[in-house]
């Protein structure tokens, strides 16, 4: 068991770039959601995936964000145009079937100048 | 609008004392609840869990009280150690599991 990984750990780009993050889940959980945190803040939910069906989305999330999740296994995350505001922590939690604990994985420091 | 609130920014227990970390939620359609850790520069660890049908479960030093009624939760540490300086999180969830709401965080720092 590895655990969550995530990549890459940091990206810094320039606003109105697209940026693109990685996530791969605990090999034997089929749900994999992602979070965005804030300084001061608690992990803010963004989406969730059934095995490759996104299942569930939050209203705050903008159109520029989208995410894919093909063949149920590793997913990634990508921004368009991004903003300053979209500068923040992304982290990527896997769980198994049911109501069980996430497992995060270290997260994706983007910084947006 | 914030339906998990953790009121505490901050705690400080001397090491060996009961560390007590307090959560509210406004939905009364949660049905589970996690506490999570988490140190700098690394992703929140989970801690323990407990299922709206119980009002406690305990793990080791970790015990989470959950009263329904008060729609509050607690996180006792007992005894606190030093490596249990971190920030804590509380985390609710409706049955279905597909979207978890986190509070804002405590920050416990346990003096030696």
């Known amino acids: 068991d590895t655990g969550v990984s995530q990549d890459p750990r940091h990206k810094i780009t320039k606003r109105g770039q697209n940026v693109t993050f990685r996530c791969d889940p605990i090999?034997?959980?089929?749900?994999l959601y992602w979070y965005r945190q804030t300084l001061g803040q608690g992990p803010e939910f963004l989406t969730y995936?059934?095995?490759?069906?996104?299942?569930?989305k939050s209203r705050l999330l903008s159109d520029r964000f989208s995410a894919e999740r093909p063949k149920g296994s590793f997913s990634t995350l990508e921004i368009q145009r991004t903003e300053q505001g979209d500068s923040a922590m992304y982290l990527c939690?896997?769980?198994?079937?049911?109501?069980?604990?996430?497992?995060f994985g270290p997260g994706t420091r983007l910084t947006v100048l | 609008d914030q339906q998990v609130k953790q009121n505490s920014p901050s705690l400080s227990v001397q090491e060996g004392r009961i560390s007590i970390l307090n959560c509210d939620y406004t939905?009364?359609?949660?049905?589970?609840f996690l506490w999570y850790k988490k140190y700098p520069a690394e992703g929140p660890t989970f801690l323990i869990s407990i299922s709206s049908i119980k009002d406690k479960n305990e793990d080791g030093r970790f015990t989470v009280f959950l009263n329904k009624s008060a729609k509050h939760l607690s996180l006792h540490i007992v005894p606190s150690q030093p490596g249990d300086s971190a920030v804590y999180f509380c985390?609710?969830?409706?049955?279905?599991?597909?979207?978890?709401?986190f509070g804002t965080g405590t920050s416990l720092t346990v003096i030696p």
């Open positions: 985390a609710a969830s409706e049955v279905n599991g597909n979207q978890f709401y």
């Open positions: 939690a896997s769980s198994t079937s049911g109501i069980q604990a996430q497992y």
């Open positions: 995936f059934q095995n490759e069906a996104q299942l569930e």
């Open positions: 939905n009364s359609m949660f049905d589970y």
């Open positions: 090999s034997e959980h089929n749900r």
